[in-house]
C-alpha cells in the first residue's frame, strides 16, 4: 500500500529530468566552456553544456587542459570526474586515464572521445 501511494506521489511531480547527453551539445567552436580555475590540476569536472549535454574537463598538468565525452563507449552511462588519475564509470566499472581518456580496464573496448577545446584567457573554449 505504501509503494502506491508513493507511486502516485510521484507521478504527480511531472516527468523526471531528461537524462543528459555526452559531449558538446549545441556549443559551437569558440563557446566557453568552463573557467580555468574550476578545474582542479590532476582532476576534472563535468560541465553541463547546452542542449543538455555534458563534458568532462581535465588539466592533467598545471596549464594542459583537455576535454572528453564522459559517455562511456561501454553501453552510454556517464563516467565520475578522475580521482588519482582515473576516470571510472559507475555502472560496470570500465576504467580510463585521466590525461589521455584510454581504456585501462573494461568492459569498454575503447576509450573516451576527446572533444577539442583550447585555452583564452581565463576560460577553457571550444576548439
Sequence with gaps: MLLCGLAAALSACGEPAPRKTGGAG????????VA????PEG??????MPG????LVVQPRSGEFR???PACP???SMVNPPARGVITCPLHGSTFDAST????KGPAESGLAEVAVVRSGDDVVLG
Aim: charged letters at 15%; aromatic letters at 4%.
Design 26 to 33: 549545441t556549443a559551437r567552436p569558440g563557446d566557453r566552456v
Design 36 to 39: 580555468v580555475s574550476s578545474v
Design 43 to 48: 582532476s576534472g569536472v563535468l560541465v553541463d
Design 52 to 55: 543538455n549535454a555534458q563534458l
Design 67 to 69: 576535454a572528453f565525452n
Design 74 to 76: 561501454h553501453v552510454g
Design 101 to 104: 581518456g584510454a581504456v585501462r
